[in-house]
């Protein structure tokens, strides 16, 4: 009953006014600190922090961000969100998570290939790598998704299903491809209408959606990773703010969404309220399903003390991003804990997001529940 009434008075903290969060906002003052040094140091040019921990939300934002509403590139933070909406055809009945992936793509068969399940492509267990090989070449050709997905069917697996985990981006484009091919919806559409739609998610898109490449905050691009275009100097008609990214919306990093947007998306699982998918659904995405030997993974959320800050419980769940962005929930500690940024993950050794968080967790373990 308590995460019940939590989760609701943590959505209706999410709208709250600014002055009710900087009213409130006294214990993650630490956390905002840290921010503000780096946006001093020129370090970080834009960030936004947002906090909800039962009746109390805290959002402020920093730099060029200039509004808690913000909209950032999530980069792997995507990743939930669209398997939230794949999971949404788990619940209507039109697929089972043990389901070869080769009953929705026929030609994804030979080399181990038909030994893929729907739950190997969710949990990084199915041997697709994270990237294909010509990755930069695609991107170079603005090449639509339906060729990235095209490639992935016919690209080798790397090890056996089900034996290694190994983190796969070309995993989740394929799941994606076959929740477009179930329900005939393009992933982009797919994704605003059982997902964004139903938890009010109003600053939130994957690709463009009805907004312009203005309105979202743009990536530093110094220290991005290799295949996001960083240190080349001739991509910027395809690295993360280019026009063709931007609006491409692929399914491993192509959502754009404000702080509190993604504080309503985590609040729906720790609640398993239903709002999106049945809770016993949503309750199993957050749950580890992978054997013993590999690395905890529930369907597409990080799992475990390791999914959130020093101090977190084992029942915390979350993701991050290489675009510079961090999310967890703790529902140990009922706290949700969002920072997003435009400094790229692989840009600083200590990275601003992981210090604001930990000082988020060290904040709500004092505050207790």
Same mark, same amino acid.
């Given at each position: ?37 780096a946006?001093?140091?020129?370090? &970080?040019?834009?960030? @936004?922090l ?35 909406? @794949? ?21 994804f ?43 992935? &069917?016919?690209?080798r ?37 059982? &997902? ?15 907004f ?42 192509? &959502? ?77 500690a009922?706290?949700?804990? @969002? ?14 997001r ?5 000082? @988020? ?9």
């Amino acid at each position: 009953m308590r995460r019940r009434a939590f989760l609701g008075t943590a959505l209706a903290a999410a709208g709250a006014s600014p002055l009710f969060a900087a009213i409130r906002g006294g214990r993650w003052d630490d956390a905002a600190a840290v921010l503000e040094s780096a946006v001093a140091a020129k370090q &970080v040019a834009a960030a @936004v922090l947002h906090v909800a921990q039962r009746d109390e939300s805290f959002t402020r934002p920093f730099g060029t961000a200039t509004t808690g509403d913000a909209m950032f590139l999530l980069g792997s933070i995507s990743k939930p969100i669209n398997v939230t909406a @794949v999971m949404t055809l788990y619940d209507r009945g039109q697929f089972r998570l043990d389901d070869r992936v080769m009953k929705f793509l026929p030609a994804f068969r030979g080399d181990g290939r038909d030994d893929v399940t729907i739950r190997h492509l969710l949990t990084h267990t199915s041997g697709l790598p994270d990237q294909l090989p010509d990755n930069g070449d695609l991107r170079r050709r603005n090449a639509p998704l339906t060729e990235f997905a095209e490639r992935t &069917v016919r690209t080798r697996l790397d090890f056996a299903p089900g034996s290694r985990y190994q983190y796969s981006s070309m995993g989740i484009l394929l799941a994606a491809r076959i929740a477009e091919l179930i329900s005939g919806t393009d992933i982009r559409v797919f994704v605003d209408r059982t &997902v964004f739609q139903p938890l009010g998610m109003a600053h939130s898109a994957q690709g463009l959606g009805r907004f312009k490449l203005t309105d979202m905050v743009l990536c530093q691009m110094d220290g991005a990773a290799p295949e996001s275009g960083g240190g080349d100097p001739t991509a910027r008609e395809w690295d993360w703010n280019s026009p063709y990214w931007r609006a491409l919306g692929a399914p491993w990093g192509g &959502v754009h969404a404000s702080a509190p947007d993604i504080a309503r998306f985590l609040a729906e699982f720790l609640g398993a309220r239903g709002k999106v998918l049945k809770p016993e659904t949503e309750r199993l995405m957050v749950r580890n399903q992978n054997p013993a030997g590999l690395k905890p993974r529930g369907l597409e959320f990080d799992v475990g003390k390791a999914a959130g800050s020093p101090g977190c419980s084992e029942q915390t769940f979350g993701h991050t991003g290489s675009t510079g962005t961090l999310c967890w929930a703790d529902p140990a500690a009922e706290t949700i804990c @969002v920072v997003l940024t435009s400094l790229p993950r692989r840009a600083a050794q200590r990275h601003p997001r992981e210090v604001a968080a930990e000082r @988020v967790a060290a904040a709500a373990g004092r505050g207790g529940p």
